[in-house]
């Protein structure tokens, strides 16, 4: 994880004798202070009005100013920054995060190694103060990830990029003990999802399939986590073709990763499917030139699977995990699969290949199958699926398909919680007919039309109707290369990894 310069504490008392360089208060759109402000800053108070009435400062969602205060004998805060919340109507969860992402970049920029910070003790529309307290760390967490490894520079010329900020937040006394325990695990939640931010951001030189293996051991070596990994050898014995078909143009063979968490006794267990493709050219199907180097990021779903994994070990769920991911390199050479090729997958079932740019959906049919060896109560996959689900849902919600209407409900219920937003499509019967071959049980696409859903139909056939299935297409949510948002540097952004997390700690324990 590489932000490893960012501290989250928790403060039980808030006076003005604070032992932190500078205090944050919100402001509410339309120059409202927070109410804390009256009771329990009253030395503040006339200094923070007299900015508010003069009307400098308006509260907006973003906005902020720093405030110098007189210190008494060298003690308490030597500053006030007032922080825009937005309309206090209006503020979400998301709202929060952004702010506790904006309030550690202010804070490098200013030098304010300490900031406390009121912002959570007060309840913001239908907000609990531990949600608030909550979102507010992990927005601290995630927005100050860098992914920075490959940039050469010098320390002492770019001072801010080493100053490590500690962000205490402000609770009540009596809930002090029972937060910090949940911060502790919301960090490793937010741990997870920078290693697949990570894993997400390197590129195809330096993350092979074997590569993605070594990572799941090295988390193994720390958490109670039993790693097994298929080389090739071993695919072709377990006639896994296409894991085999997808891997066989690049001088990098594929792997299946299978991780093990079971430590929650007699309580069902959940597979979870990762589709890994450390760099997707389309193969002998080439995509365009353009942006093609972000198809490093078509392994976000191997990422969200392991970065899970770390993170339901390191909070010592009592539950039972197999995470499943099948990783290949998808490039175009004399080796490579070719379109109108015929592949026999490990379920037995015949795929004609009409375009080797739909590979992800061959290496997941063959994950798919194998995990119902292992009996799961459920399973879920996850997989950079289809262009077409970006043209659908654009970067704002991840595709969510199936059978079974109850897990697909306990998944949206739990995206929703965390911020990770799924939407329903339909898998129709008459969808199923796009993907009839001539020549075999199936084509790998369906065309055009309804390209995620044909995508998801083509999976529903590698899963037995008996065991409750999803699959969650993350094509339009795992990376972000538009620098808009606080919590979100250019790149990837872990996502899967809190909805799973959140899914595993109500639904599986």
């Given at each position: 994880m590489?932000?490893?310069?960012?501290?989250?504490?928790?403060?039980?008392?808030?006076?003005?004798?604070?032992?932190?360089?500078?205090?944050a208060i919100?402001?509410?759109?339309?120059?409202?202070?927070?109410?804390?402000?009256e009771t329990?800053?009253?030395?503040?108070?006339?200094?923070?009005?007299?900015?508010?009435a003069?009307?400098?400062?308006?509260g907006?969602?973003?906005?902020f100013?720093?405030?110098?205060?007189?210190?008494?004998?060298?003690v308490?805060?030597?500053?006030?920054?007032?922080?825009?919340?937005?309309?206090?109507?209006s503020?979400?969860?998301?709202?929060?995060?952004?702010?506790?992402?904006?309030?550690?970049k202010?804070?490098r920029?200013?030098?304010?190694?300490?900031?406390?910070?009121?912002?959570?003790?007060?309840?913001?529309?239908?907000?609990?103060?531990?949600?608030?307290?909550?979102?507010?760390?992990?927005?601290?967490?995630?927005?100050?990830?860098r992914?920075?490894?490959?940039?050469?520079?010098?320390?002492?010329?770019?001072?801010?990029e080493?100053?490590?900020?500690?962000?205490?937040?402000?609770?009540?006394?009596?809930k002090?003990?029972?937060?910090?325990?949940?911060?502790?695990?919301?960090q490793?939640?937010?741990?997870g999802q920078?290693?697949?931010?990570?894993?997400?951001?390197?590129?195809?030189?330096?993350?092979?399939?074997?590569?993605?293996a070594?990572?799941a051991r090295?988390i193994?070596?720390?958490?109670?986590?039993?790693?097994?990994?298929?080389?090739?050898?071993?695919?072709?014995?377990?006639?896994?073709?296409?894991?085999?078909?997808?891997?066989?143009?690049?001088?990098?063979?594929?792997?299946?990763?299978?991780?093990?968490y079971r430590?929650?006794?007699?309580?069902?267990l959940?597979?979870?499917v990762?589709?890994?493709?450390?760099f997707?050219?389309?193969?002998?199907?080439?995509?365009?030139?353009?942006?093609?180097?972000?198809?490093?990021?078509d392994?976000?779903?191997?990422?969200?699977?392991?970065g899970?994994?770390?993170?339901?070990?390191?909070?010592?769920?009592?539950?039972?995990?197999?995470?499943l991911?099948?990783?290949?390199?998808?490039?175009?050479?004399?080796?490579?699969q070719?379109?109108g090729?015929?592949?026999?997958?490990?379920?037995?079932?015949?795929?004609?290949?009409?375009?080797?740019?739909?590979?992800?959906?061959l290496?997941?049919?063959?994950a798919?199958?194998?995990?119902?060896?292992?009996?799961?109560?459920?399973?879920?996959?996850?997989?950079t699926?289809?262009?077409?689900?970006?043209?659908?849902?654009?970067?704002?919600?991840?595709?969510?398909?199936?059978?079974?209407k109850?897990?697909?409900?306990?998944?949206?219920r739990?995206?929703?919680?965390?911020?990770?937003?799924?939407?329903?499509?339909?898998l129709?019967?008459?969808?199923?007919?796009?993907?009839?071959?001539?020549?075999?049980?199936?084509?790998?696409v369906?065309?055009?039309d309804?390209?995620?859903?044909?995508?998801?139909?083509?999976?529903?056939?590698?899963?037995?109707?008996?065991?409750?299935?999803a699959?969650?297409?993350?094509?339009?949510?795992?990376?972000?290369?538009?620098?808009?948002?606080p919590?979100?540097?250019?790149?990837?952004?872990?996502?899967?990894?809190?909805?799973?997390?959140?899914?595993?700690?109500k639904?599986?324990?």
């Amino acid at each position: 994880m590489t932000n490893e310069h960012m501290i989250v504490e928790l403060y039980a008392e808030v006076v003005e004798s604070w032992p932190c360089d500078a205090v944050a208060i919100g402001v509410y759109d339309g120059g409202q202070p927070q109410k804390i402000v009256e009771t329990s800053c009253k030395e503040w108070s006339k200094d923070i009005d007299e900015v508010l009435a003069s009307g400098w400062f308006k509260g907006k969602e973003g906005e902020f100013m720093v405030l110098p205060l007189n210190r008494t004998a060298g003690v308490g805060p030597s500053g006030v920054l007032l922080m825009g919340l937005g309309k206090e109507s209006s503020i979400t969860l998301q709202t929060l995060e952004n702010t506790g992402a904006r309030l550690v970049k202010i804070a490098r920029d200013h030098g304010i190694a300490r900031l406390g910070c009121l912002i959570p003790l007060n309840r913001h529309n239908g907000i609990s103060r531990g949600a608030s307290v909550r979102h507010l760390a992990q927005g601290a967490w995630l927005g100050s990830y860098r992914f920075d490894r490959f940039k050469s520079k010098n320390r002492e010329e770019n001072p801010d990029e080493a100053v490590a900020v500690t962000l205490e937040l402000a609770v009540p006394s009596q809930k002090k003990e029972q937060l910090h325990k949940k911060l502790a695990r919301w960090q490793a939640i937010c741990d997870g999802q920078c290693l697949a931010r990570d894993l997400g951001n390197l590129p195809g030189n330096l993350l092979t399939p074997e590569g993605m293996a070594e990572q799941a051991r090295k988390i193994a070596e720390s958490f109670p986590i039993q790693v097994t990994v298929w080389d090739e050898k071993i695919l072709k014995n377990n006639r896994m073709n296409g894991i085999l078909a997808v891997g066989q143009g690049s001088m990098h063979p594929p792997r299946l990763i299978i991780m093990e968490y079971r430590q929650g006794g007699d309580r069902p267990l959940l597979a979870v499917v990762g589709k890994a493709i450390t760099f997707d050219s389309g193969g002998i199907s080439l995509k365009p030139g353009a942006k093609m180097e972000e198809m490093k990021f078509d392994m976000a779903g191997g990422a969200a699977v392991l970065g899970f994994m770390q993170a339901i070990a390191s909070m010592q769920l009592e539950v039972n995990v197999v995470g499943l991911v099948p990783s290949a390199e998808n490039l175009p050479s004399g080796t490579a699969q070719r379109p109108g090729d015929v592949i026999e997958t490990a379920s037995g079932q015949w795929v004609e290949v009409i375009n080797t740019d739909a590979e992800g959906r061959l290496i997941l049919a063959d994950a798919l199958h194998h995990a119902q060896t292992y009996k799961p109560d459920m399973i879920v996959d996850l997989a950079t699926l289809t262009g077409a689900c970006v043209v659908a849902l654009g970067q704002e919600a991840s595709g969510l398909m199936g059978y079974d209407k109850k897990l697909l409900r306990r998944l949206a219920r739990a995206g929703k919680r965390v911020g990770e937003l799924l939407w329903p499509l339909p898998l129709l019967a008459g969808y199923q007919d796009l993907l009839k071959s001539p020549v075999a049980d199936m084509k790998n696409v369906g065309g055009r039309d309804a390209g995620a859903i044909t995508g998801g139909c083509f999976l529903s056939r590698f899963v037995e109707k008996s065991i409750p299935w999803a699959h969650i297409d993350i094509a339009g949510t795992a990376w972000d290369m538009s620098g808009k948002k606080p919590v979100q540097p250019k790149g990837a952004t872990g996502v899967g990894v809190r909805l799973l997390c959140r899914f595993a700690e109500k639904e599986l324990q």
